[in-house]
């Protein structure tokens, strides 16, 4: 395919900005930046990087918080035909420091907060040439703001790119090892933004306002693209803490119509009273991905803002572009055959789904097999791991590792992780159908179950759960009559334990994998097997 007949992403960032060069691009806290400037601000900085050498194809590291900064580095890495390589800011220093080293990062823009991240990149990256950093500079490192001011005015050009040409080096959260840096390319994320556009956001216009309640180095960053290509304004949020008082404040003040979230981050804005004391009339779409919502969820949240949920589903190396469960395919009634309990959508536009056996054959209808997915929203395999790459792609699909089966119509349904699966007496147990029962008992506020070995079955299961505050106590035996004529035995866990909290990723998912770290760490002395 000819370079010239892939149009560089950083074009939506153009457009928007002549035609509405004076309605607000960003807000946070008391600033507000309009098109005009913001595009301003990534030529300008466009400029400074290629003044120092930066090329295209050079990978841009970013350690930031959500701040006008991190909105615009994104576009100054695609304009430069560079590779954007943003971190989870929760990360820690060595964590960042493997990104930074095993990208090959030349540069890197970072706050002034995050100084010890810089060393730490600095140490392991032999590649690494220039730190620019978001407030002071040290000695040898550039300011943000001083490269901006510099050139201000100067009119940067797009680089010329192909449709294979990496744009993101979208990194996975290293769940079973290292994290691996998904590549996604110029020509897929155009598709990706279109498809979004059609089957997530549709009717998307400058008139509306998004605010950006999670780190834009991952799903919340994929919205922005859309936002960006619409004229659609983003609201950050003040500070890295999510206060649902504040967010529920924004909503209202500005009139805000899209967020992304995960369903953890749903489920504490609308269990929080400050839902009700603030106007989100406004609200059409709060997409959620990244891990199912549970029915108990699920159903508070269409009850407090109506029908404006939509779930994507997809991993970074699909860019949540699997499957979607639109806002007409949501309800809070149980009864109601528009409410597809437990579904998390049909195929999305151009994309193709199928439940593959270990054989790789498909699926009929109804039977659990690993999902797997082919179309142009499927990433371009991981950077320096041909290995791992070739595993993904097996016989021609890209393998998600989720779980889950169609029904007649072709509607998904997840089961959960492959890794998180665990075989009880020789009968498979997925841990999430058990999950999802126990968090319609009305004291329990979070819940995750994972398989342990057993000497007599196996495996079997064992449920850490987290119980609301402001509800009538529960032991486990009330938790586990709760599970009586809901599914069969052999699923009951055979212990539970209750914690005060459960780990959470920087994103806001249950980390299962640190569950059962410290599961072993808190309870060893209760269990028969040791890890």
């Not at 989870?88 to 080293?101: D, I, K, M």
């Not at 020509?187 to 556009?197: P, R, S």
């Not at 859309?226 to 404040?249: D, T």
């Not at 349904?413 to 998180?420: A, L, V």
Request: glycine share 8%; charged share 20%; hydrophobic share 40%.
């Amino acid at each position: 395919m000819s370079p010239a007949s892939v149009t560089n992403l950083a074009h939506l960032l153009r457009q928007s900005a002549r035609q509405f060069p004076q309605r607000t691009a960003v807000v946070h806290r008391d600033r507000t930046w309009n098109w005009s400037e913001i595009d301003s601000r990534v030529d300008a900085m466009v400029a400074a990087l290629r003044s120092l050498g930066v090329r295209p194809g050079d990978k841009i590291l970013v350690q930031s918080r959500n701040c006008v900064q991190m909105f615009e580095s994104c576009w100054v890495a695609f304009r430069l035909g560079a590779v954007w390589v943003p971190t989870n800011f929760r990360l820690t220093p060595p964590e960042v420091a493997y990104l930074g080293s095993s990208s090959g990062a030349c540069a890197m823009i970072v706050e002034e907060d995050f100084q010890e991240y810089a060393d730490a990149v600095r140490a392991a990256s032999p590649d690494l040439r220039h730190i620019v950093v978001i407030g002071s500079p040290r000695q040898g490192e550039h300011s943000y703001e001083d490269l901006v001011a510099a050139n201000l005015g100067t009119k940067s050009e797009d680089a010329v790119v192909d449709y294979d040409t990496p744009l993101w080096f979208f990194y996975t959260s290293g769940t079973t090892g290292r994290p691996k840096a998904a590549i996604l390319t110029h020509g897929q994320m155009a598709f990706v933004v279109a498809n979004h556009l059609a089957d997530v956001l549709p009717g998307l216009t400058e008139l509306d306002c998004s605010i950006v309640v999670a780190p834009l180095s991952h799903g919340a960053g994929i919205q922005g693209l859309l936002n960006v290509a619409r004229g659609a304004a983003a609201v950050i949020l003040p500070s890295e803490k999510m206060e649902p008082e504040v967010v529920w404040a924004l909503v209202e003040k500005h009139k805000v119509s899209n967020f992304f979230a995960v369903p953890t981050i749903i489920k504490i804005l609308v269990e929080h009273p400050a839902v009700d004391r603030h106007d989100h009339s406004s609200l059409r779409y709060i997409n959620y991905g990244g891990a199912p919502m549970y029915r108990a969820d699920q159903k508070l949240a269409l009850t407090k803002l109506g029908r404006v949920l939509v779930q994507h589903f997809g991993l970074g190396e699909a860019t949540a572009c699997i499957t979607v469960l639109p806002p007409h395919m949501h309800s809070a009634d149980d009864d109601d055959p528009a409410a597809n309990i437990g579904s998390c959508g049909r195929p999305r536009t151009g994309m193709e789904v199928a439940i593959l056996d270990a054989d790789l054959n498909k699926l009929p209808a109804g039977e659990v097999g690993e999902i797997c997915c082919r179309g142009p929203a499927v990433f371009a395999g991981y950077y320096g791991n041909q290995e791992a790459t070739e595993k993904a792609f097996r016989g021609g699909w890209f393998h998600t590792g989720d779980l889950g089966k169609l029904d007649e119509r072709g509607l998904l349904y997840i089961t959960g992780r492959e890794s998180d699966m665990y075989i009880s007496g020789g009968s498979n147990v997925y841990p999430r159908e058990v999950e999802e029962i126990l968090l319609t008992h009305p004291s329990v506020a979070e819940v995750a179950v994972l398989g342990i070995p057993d000497p007599k079955w196996g495996e079997v299961g064992v449920a850490v759960v987290v119980l609301r505050d402001d509800a009538p106590p529960v032991d486990a035996a009330g938790l586990l009559n709760h599970l009586e004529g809901c599914c069969a035995r052999y699923r009951w866990p055979k212990h539970v334990f209750f914690w005060e909290s459960l780990p959470k990723s920087g994103y806001g998912k249950i980390t299962k994998k640190e569950v059962r770290q410290k599961l072993f760490e808190r309870e060893a002395s209760l269990l028969e097997v040791k890890p």
